[in-house]
C-alpha cells in the first residue's frame, strides 16, 4: 500500500496541477473562440459565415489526436516553434472551440422568433436586441451542455500525454513503466480523472432539469 | 392628413399571394378593427405597417412617414408604432417593470429614473402595479397581456396595433382586456384591431374593415356590417361568427 | 514557409494509408456491432426492477463517461496480462472502444425506450399482449425511429476515438500516418490524406445521422 500512497502523492503533485491548469486555459479560450465564431455564424456573417462552417466541420471531423499531431509537426515548418504545452492550449482551444461554437449557435438559434419580433417591434437596434433580449435568454440554455462539454475537454487533455507533456495520464504511464504494477497505477490515475469529472457531469444533468423547467 | 395611409399594397410569401392590393385610410382618434376567416392576410397586414413584414408592391405612410422607404429609419418608424401580440411575447428572462423600461431607456433614450416612473404609471392604469418586480412566467395571461399592453404604451406611440390579443385568453380574462381597450379608444388613441370579437367592434370602434383571401371586401360602420352587410362573403362570415 | 509538397511522396505513402484505413474501417464496423449489443444489454440491465444490476450498470456508465478513453485503453492493455489474459493489440483495441461506446450507446438505447409514452404500454395491455409481444411488436419498433440517429452519430464518436488505438501499436490510421511522418519527417504528406479520409467517414456519419433524424420522424 505504500506504492498507492506514493502514487497518491506523485499524481497530486506533478499531474493534477497540469491537468486542472491546461483544462482551465484551453476552456476559457475555447469560449472566447466559441462564442465569437458561434455568434457571427448565427448572424450569418456572408464569406466569414462559409469559412467558420468549414473550419467547425473540420474540427468536428477529425480525431483530436489528429489535430494534436497536425498542430505539433506540421507549425515548425511554418516558422511557429512552439512548446508542447502552447501546442496543447492550441489544439484544445482550435477543438473544442468548434463544439462550443455550436452549443452557442445552437443556443441562439433556439430563442423563438417572437422575441425579435417584440424586440424589433420596440424600436431596439439589431445591436441592443442581441445585447438586451437575445443573448441573455441563450446564455441559460447553453449552460448545461457547456457543462457537458467541459468534461469531454478534461478528458482531452490526458490525449495531450502522447506528446510528450507531462501531465496526470503521462505520470501514470511512466510510474507504470517503473514501478510494475499497472492495474493499481491506472486504478488511481482512473480515480483522479473520476473525481474531476463526475461533478461536473451529475451538475450538467442537474443544470438541463433546471432549465427545462424555468422554461415551461 | 391621415395618421396610416396603406395605398395598394401587395404581397406575396413565395408563391403564395396574400395581400391583392390593400388600401385604407385611417384618421388620427380612430379605432379601426379588421375582421375576417383566418388566412385573409389581416395578420400579415398589420406587420407589413411596422416593417416586420415586407411589401413587394404599394405604399405604407405611418405619421407621414413611408415605412418601406430605404431612406427611411425603421426605428423612427417603430417608435411611432406600439404593437400587441396574441402570445403576449414578454421577455421572459427581465421582470415586468423592466421589459417596460428597457426600450424606454434604450429606444428612447429615457433617464432610468423617470423610465420606471412611467412604467409604473402605466401598471396602475392596466391595475397590475403590485406585480411590477415579477417574471412574466409566474403571472396569468391576462397579466401578461395587460403587461404587453403597457410595454407599449409607455413607448407614447401614435398608433396601437393589436393582433388578436384575446384569442390565446381563457374566456374569463378576455372582458378585461377588452375593457382597458375600450378605454384606450375613448382617450383618443389611434388603433388598428385585427380581433374576432364583435361586441367590442360595435362597443369601441369607428369603423370596420372585413377581409378575405388577401383583399377588402368591405368596410364601413361596425353595426353596418354586422347587422346588414352588403357582401355575401361577409355575410357568411357573420353567421359563422354570430353562431358562437 | 520553407516546404515542397510533393505528390510522389503522398503516392510512396499510398500502400500504409490503405493497410491504415482498412483496419481502422475493420475496427470501425467491428466496434460499432458490438458496441451496440453490448449497449443493449447494458440499457436493458439499466432498466431492470433489480436494484443491484441496474445500479451496477448506472455505475459502469458513469465510470466510463467519467474517465478519459486513454486510461481505459491503458488499463485494459497494461492491465489484463496481469490477469494473465494476452490479447493482440487489435483484440484490446475492439474491447476498449466495444466498452467504451457500448456505454454511450447504453444511455441512448436507454433514453429511447423511456421515451415512449406509457400510454401506449397500455394500449398493448389492453389489446391482451403478452411482454415479449408488446415489446416486439409496438415498443422496440418505435424506440428503434428514436434510438437509429443518434446511434450512427455514437458510430461516428467510435471511429474518432478509434485513433487512440495507434498508442498501443495498432497500424490503423492514425498510426500509419505517424510512423510514416518518422520515418520521411513529411508531415503534410502524412497527415493531409489521413485527415481528409478522417473527415470524410466521420463527417458523413454525422450528417448521415441528422439526415436520418430528419427522415425518419416522418414515417
Not at chain 1, 473562440?33 to 462552417?53: H, K, T
Not at chain 2, 415586407?54 to 405611418?62: A, F, L, P, T, Y
Not at chain 2, 388578436?164 to 381597450?181: Q, R
Not at chain 3, 409496438?138 to 464518436?157: D, E, M, T
Request: charge should be positive.
Amino acid at each position: 500500500m505504500l506504492i498507492a500512497r506514493t502514487l497518491f502523492v506523485l499524481f497530486f503533485t506533478k499531474g493534477l496541477p497540469v491537468t486542472v491548469y491546461l483544462s482551465l486555459l484551453g476552456f476559457v479560450t475555447a469560449i472566447l473562440v466559441g462564442f465569437v465564431v458561434g455568434l457571427v455564424r448565427f448572424l450569418r456573417v456572408p464569406i466569414l459565415r462559409g469559412l467558420l462552417q468549414v473550419y467547425v466541420d473540420g474540427m468536428r471531423g477529425l480525431p483530436f489526436l489528429m489535430v494534436l499531431y497536425f498542430l505539433f509537426h506540421v507549425l515548425p515548418f511554418f516558422d511557429m516553434r512552439l512548446t508542447a504545452f502552447s501546442t496543447a492550449v492550441l489544439a484544445l482551444t482550435l477543438h473544442t472551440g468548434a463544439y462550443i461554437s455550436e452549443i452557442v449557435r445552437g443556443s441562439l438559434l433556439a430563442i423563438p422568433k417572437t422575441q425579435h419580433e417584440s424586440a424589433q417591434s420596440l424600436a431596439l437596434t439589431l445591436r441592443q436586441r442581441l445585447q438586451y433580449v437575445i443573448i441573455p435568454q441563450a446564455v441559460s440554455l447553453s449552460l448545461p451542455p457547456l457543462a457537458g462539454q467541459i468534461v469531454l475537454h478534461v478528458k482531452d487533455t490526458s490525449v495531450i500525454s502522447i506528446i510528450a507533456l507531462t501531465e496526470l495520464t503521462r505520470v501514470g504511464r511512466i510510474q507504470m513503466q517503473t514501478n510494475g504494477q499497472p492495474l493499481l497505477t491506472y486504478a488511481i490515475l482512473a480515480v483522479f480523472y473520476f473525481a474531476l469529472c463526475y461533478p461536473v457531469l451529475k451538475l450538467s444533468i442537474g443544470l438541463e432539469e433546471r432549465i427545462a423547467k424555468k422554461f415551461r | 392628413m391621415s395618421i396610416v395611409e396603406v395605398r395598394d399594397i401587395h404581397k406575396h410569401f413565395s408563391q403564395l399571394h396574400v395581400l391583392k392590393g390593400i388600401s385604407f385610410e385611417v384618421d388620427v382618434g380612430q379605432t379601426v378593427v379588421f375582421a375576417g376567416p383566418s388566412g385573409s392576410g389581416k395578420s400579415t397586414l398589420l406587420r407589413c405597417l411596422n416593417g416586420l413584414e415586407k411589401i413587394q408592391r404599394g405604399s405604407i405612410q405611418i405619421d407621414g412617414l413611408s415605412v418601406h422607404d430605404h431612406k427611411v429609419n425603421l426605428l423612427d418608424v417603430r417608435r411611432r408604432i406600439g404593437i400587441v401580440f396574441q402570445q403576449f411575447n414578454l421577455f421572459p428572462h427581465l421582470t415586468v417593470l423592466k421589459n417596460i423600461t428597457l426600450p424606454l431607456i434604450k429606444a428612447k433614450g429615457i433617464e432610468a429614473g423617470k423610465a420606471k416612473q412611467i412604467a409604473m404609471d402605466l401598471l396602475q392604469k392596466v391595475e397590475i402595479a403590485e406585480k411590477a418586480n415579477v417574471y412574466p412566467g409566474n403571472i396569468s395571461g391576462g397579466q401578461q397581456q395587460r403587461a404587453a399592453i403597457a410595454r407599449a404604451l409607455a413607448m407614447e406611440p401614435k398608433v396601437v396595433m393589436f393582433d388578436e390579443p384575446t384569442s390565446a385568453l381563457d374566456p374569463e380574462l378576455t372582458g378585461g382586456i377588452l375593457e382597458i381597450m375600450a378605454a384606450l379608444a375613448k382617450e383618443g388613441m389611434t388603433m388598428l384591431v385585427v380581433t374576432h370579437e364583435m361586441a367590442f367592434a360595435r362597443r369601441a370602434a369607428n369603423q370596420m374593415i372585413f377581409m378575405d383571401d388577401g383583399v377588402i371586401v368591405e368596410s364601413g360602420k361596425p353595426e353596418e356590417l354586422i347587422e346588414n352587410p352588403s357582401h355575401e362573403r361577409t355575410k357568411r362570415f357573420m353567421q359563422e361568427i354570430g353562431d358562437k | 514557409m520553407d516546404y515542397d509538397f510533393s505528390f510522389n511522396i503522398v503516392l510512396q505513402f499510398l500502400p500504409y494509408l490503405l493497410l491504415g484505413l482498412r483496419n481502422t474501417v475493420l475496427i470501425g464496423l467491428i466496434g460499432v456491432l458490438s458496441a451496440t449489443a453490448f449497449g443493449v444489454a447494458v440499457a436493458l440491465a439499466r432498466l431492470s426492477w433489480f436494484k443491484p444490476l441496474s445500479m451496477s450498470a448506472a455505475g459502469y456508465v458513469a465510470f466510463i463517461r467519467a474517465t478519459p478513453l486513454l486510461v481505459q485503453i491503458y488499463f485494459l492493455f497494461y492491465g489484463l496480462p496481469e490477469f494473465g489474459i494476452l490479447l493482440p493489440p487489435f483484440l484490446v483495441a475492439v474491447l476498449a472502444l466495444t466498452l467504451n461506446s457500448g456505454a454511450y450507446a447504453a444511455e441512448i438505447i436507454r433514453a429511447g425506450i423511456e421515451s415512449i409514452h406509457k400510454t401506449q404500454y397500455e394500449a398493448a395491455d389492453s389489446l391482451a399482449m403478452t411482454y415479449r409481444q408488446k415489446m416486439t411488436y409496438v415498443i422496440l419498433p418505435q424506440a428503434f425511429r428514436k434510438i437509429f440517429p443518434p446511434l450512427v452519430g455514437q458510430a461516428s464518436y467510435l471511429v474518432k476515438d478509434s485513433a487512440l488505438v495507434s498508442v498501443m501499436g495498432t497500424l490503423d490510421l492514425t498510426k500509419s500516418a505517424t510512423t510514416f511522418q518518422a520515418i520521411t519527417f513529411r508531415p503534410l504528406e502524412a497527415f493531409l490524406p489521413t485527415m481528409m479520409l478522417y473527415l470524410f467517414i466521420i463527417l458523413t456519419l454525422i450528417y448521415g445521422s441528422s439526415f436520418l433524424d430528419r427522415r425518419l420522424r416522418k414515417w
